[in-house]
């Protein structure tokens, strides 16, 4: 049974830093499609950041140069650096996983990151 486990959320002031990471059990990230999304009171669950099977990454606008996303096969981890971190910030964030040929996907229970002074 796969299970993504996310730790590292917390309260931050505006300007600080977090770490989230995110192990996977089961099949790990290898072969997978992983990511972050997070959702905001009221809003949309939104992608903040994603890293292909192949290595390749995305990033939403909101967070280009403030943000990396990583992995770590052999530990099945995805990490995601947050710096310079804003009110906006504020959300639950998700880590993702996805089949890239079955496109099956798995979720987190969610992190609290919360941005205020």
């Known amino acids: 049974q796969v299970q993504l486990v996310e730790s590292g959320g917390g309260l931050v002031q505006p300007g600080g830093s977090l770490r989230l990471s995110c192990v996977a059990s089961?099949?790990?990230?290898?072969?997978?499609?992983m990511g972050w999304y997070r959702q905001a009171p009221g809003k949309q669950r939104e992608l903040v950041a994603r890293?292909?099977?192949?290595?390749?990454?995305n990033y939403a606008d909101s967070v280009k140069g403030r943000f990396t996303i990583s992995r770590d096969n052999a530990k099945s981890t995805v990490v995601l650096q947050m710096y310079s971190l804003k009110p906006a910030d504020t959300a639950v964030y998700y880590c993702?996983?996805?089949?890239?040929?079955?496109?099956?996907?798995?979720w987190g229970q969610g992190t609290q990151v919360t941005v205020s002074s």
């Open positions: 890293i292909r099977s192949g290595g390749s990454t």
């Open positions: 993702w996983r996805q089949n890239p040929v079955s496109r099956e996907e798995n």
């Open positions: 089961g099949s790990g990230v290898r072969t997978y499609n």
